[in-house]
């Protein structure tokens, strides 16, 4: 019986950045799940542990498994694969619980098979994962989960990721009120076309984001961080969304807004400290309401998801 097996993070990440729906995401540090990848002689992929949070069993029902057998299916290697899945981010949370799963099986067969893929046709194989979730194949999670830092996908397919630069004293803050909204159902509820002049406005700011990551130019880090495409539809999912916001900016956020399809929120700050004072704010918001909800200051992780 062969008996090789890794313990893996699987990083929580933040989709869209405001401006970049679908494109654009960054990877967080100190939120996410981990994973045991484990070679067996059986063939085939088996999700054997899942610790957390109910999700099925079943390799076809699971992202982690959809994403493991597309790529099994590719490589046919001469061994068989168990996965675990210690689940720490809430499904339906908005920073990627889908993608960490998704991200996860397909990084841990690739090390234990020698690494004969390189990370875009990871992102490729998670991608099948992921669309069992979102009914749709985007990888603005799943990028830089598995790049790590900032990434845009220049396109889904053929698929082509863009690395960008992480200024260093750049720091997230997130609140994640403790209720579930489905990707695929805030995806259906978003119009088909926009108008040209928020259209104009959108990929001005997201033009203006690349430029500002690439020259460390936090002003105009703060100028870009805008959402006048998505932002209006999705808020009213999200209770007391405006009221986070200006809170947040008040305290000195550079921006905020939905993470990924909602409900977290996410700010964006420069320095630790000013990420910290972020959070305390929000806390108080949410803090006279009845919802539940987690608080999180992370540093952006530039390594994406790591053996442990
Ligand atoms: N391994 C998994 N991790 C998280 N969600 C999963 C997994 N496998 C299947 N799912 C399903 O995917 C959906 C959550 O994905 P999604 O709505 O994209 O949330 P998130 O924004 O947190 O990624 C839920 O319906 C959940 O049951
Ligand atoms: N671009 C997607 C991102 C979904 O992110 P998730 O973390 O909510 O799965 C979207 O906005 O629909």
Request: hydrophobic letters at 40%.
């Amino acid at each position: 019986m062969m008996t090789e097996e890794i313990k893996i993070f699987s990083p929580a990440t933040v989709a869209n950045v405001a401006c970049g729906f679908d494109v654009l995401g960054f990877c967080l540090d100190t939120i996410g799940d981990e994973m045991v990848i484990r070679k067996t002689e059986e063939k085939g992929i088996k999700i054997t542990k899942i610790e957390g949070y109910d999700l099925p069993f079943e390799a076809e029902k699971n992202v982690a498994g959809v994403s493991a057998l597309a790529m099994y299916d590719a490589l046919q290697p001469d061994c068989g694969f168990e996965i675990e899945i210690y689940k720490k981010i809430k499904p339906g949370s908005g920073i990627g619980s889908s993608s960490a799963s998704a991200a996860g099986s397909v990084f841990g067969m690739n090390e234990l098979l020698g690494r004969p893929l390189d990370k875009t046709k990871l992102t490729y194989y998670a991608m099948k994962g992921e669309v069992l979730a979102s009914q749709c194949e985007h990888a603005d999670n799943l990028a830089p989960a598995i790049f790590g830092g900032f990434t845009l996908v220049k396109s889904a397919s053929p698929l082509q990721i863009l690395e960008l630069p992480t200024p260093s004293d750049l720091f997230a803050t997130l609140i994640h009120p403790q209720i579930e909204i489905k990707t695929s159902e805030s995806r259906a509820i978003l119009p088909k076309e926009i108008p040209l002049s928020n259209a104009i406005t959108q990929w001005a700011n997201v033009g203006s984001l690349v430029h500002a990551l690439h020259t460390s130019d936090y002003d105009l880090i703060k100028d870009a961080l805008h959402d006048v495409v998505i932002e209006p539809y999705r808020k009213q999912l999200i209770p007391h969304f405006d009221a986070v916001k200006t809170a947040a900016l008040e305290a000195g956020a550079l921006g905020c807004a939905i993470s990924g399809s909602g409900p977290s929120i996410f700010m964006l700050s420069k320095s630790e400290a000013t990420a910290k004072e972020v959070e305390k704010t929000i806390r108080n918001v949410y803090s006279t309401t009845d919802i539940l909800f987690e608080t999180y200051v992370s540093k952006i992780n530039t390594e994406g998801i790591r053996v442990i």
